[in-house]
């Protein structure tokens, strides 16, 4: 691997230079009121619409890592597949990945050591314009610190093939995983909130039964709920809101939703 793979949608779901992306971010960060976590995540849920839309909502999951910027040196990134289809979990065959803010290295060990997984492929195509992970990396390089990335795109798989992954890399307080996912799409805004409200409570339940209508990252999501079941995860809800709320019109709308799990013994010192 040597190649750096570029932004894709840098100036169309967030801004493409460098201060105004840092500017809007730090903003979204800064308009968060929701109390930190009493204990620091282990895992994060986050949408991944543009900025205007889900970027309040994402911004929430983020705040809440504030005690970890000098923690976390490692970020397991999962989201799901939009524009190429993908059987299991696919790296991306480079070396690192860019935003306007840096570049940020690609944690090659950590590919390396899950490449015998039969569910782990190669696929630089499905990375190539999918916006689930890259939108995830400017608040990552606002509220951490250096850190390694293990992007993960991930499509046709089984929770059970997400968890198995998941478990691997799992790691110590230094490994932070990010779930990329947005809720219900298109649906009237009174609709969309009833939907995404049982969607949210299935979450806070750890129940992996979740559908591509739920949510379009459903198969990570699932993942990372069977994990957290097995590994006693505390999830809780940071924000619900759909683009009604943000920016958008109210008669089709695109839920959003910001979690936070954190382990019972977590420990940053």
Partial sequence: MSQTRSPAVA????PGQAVPLAQTVATLLQAVTNPEPARPPKAIIAPHAG?????????????????LRHVVKRVVLLGPVHRVPVRGLATPGANAFATPLGTVP??????AAIAHFP???????????????????PFLQQVLDDFTL???????AAPEEVAEVLEALWGGPETLIVISSDLSHYLPYDIA??????TAQAILDLRPELSHEQACGGTPVNGLLLAARRRNLQPQLLDLRNSGDTAGDRGR????????FTEETADVS
């Fill in 51 to 67: 900025y205007i839309y889900s970027g309040p909502i994402a911004a929430s999951a983020y705040a809440a890592l504030g005690v």
């Fill in 106 to 111: 690609v944690d090659v060990a950590a590919i």
């Fill in 253 to 260: 709308v695109v839920g959003y939703a910001a979690f936070s």
């Fill in 119 to 137: 569910q782990v492929v190669e696929s630089a195509a499905a990375h190539a314009l999918e916006h689930s992970l890259e939108v995830q990396l």
């Fill in 193 to 198: 909130q009833a939907t995404d409200r049982r």
């Fill in 11 to 14: 100036g169309a779901f967030y």
């Fill in 150 to 156: 293990v992007p993960l795109a991930v499509g046709d």
